[in-house]
């Protein structure tokens, strides 16, 4: 196992923890079962299980950083950003954009722990 892994697993947890918080807060009637929460989730699970296949950890470090990277810039352009063509369901109030913030932090140590962490970059290369 990589020196890296827990920090990148902790930073995969976190990250979905922030995406499912703000599904279970904005979007009435969720569960982990629902379409919208499920099927990113399984998306998750395939990166983190691929993350644990040394021959393609680097192209799932890649992936990781891709998917955080999407919630954390997709979430605020789709959802935040009062764009006319989109409907705005749930209503963008102040509780809306607050719950957007924290699903946005919490994407950050997945970026970060992705480029970090990723296979063939070395000891002196991370503490830079």
């Known amino acids: 196992m990589s020196q890296g892994t827990p920090w990148v ?5 976190i990250s979905w923890s922030g995406f499912f918080l703000h599904n279970y807060a904005d979007l009435p009637g969720q569960t982990i079962l629902s379409p919208e ?3 990113p989730t399984l998306v998750y699970l395939a990166l983190i299980a691929a993350w644990f ?3 393609i950890r680097n192209i799932a470090a890649w992936a990781l950083f891709g998917w955080a990277l999407l919630h954390l810039v997709g979430g605020a352009i789709v959802s935040v950003l009062p764009l006319p063509f989109l409907p705005f369901n749930p209503e963008q ?3 809306h954009y607050m719950f957007h913030a924290i699903y946005g932090v919490l994407q950050i140590p997945l ?4 480029l970090t962490w990723r ?3 070395s000891a002196a290369a991370r503490r830079a």
């Open 9 to 13: 697993m902790t930073a995969a947890l």
């Open 119 to 121: 296979p063939g970059r």
């Open 111 to 114: 970026v970060a722990m992705s």
């Open 53 to 55: 296949l040394k021959p």
């Open 93 to 95: 109030t102040l509780r």
């Open 37 to 39: 929460t499920l099927y």
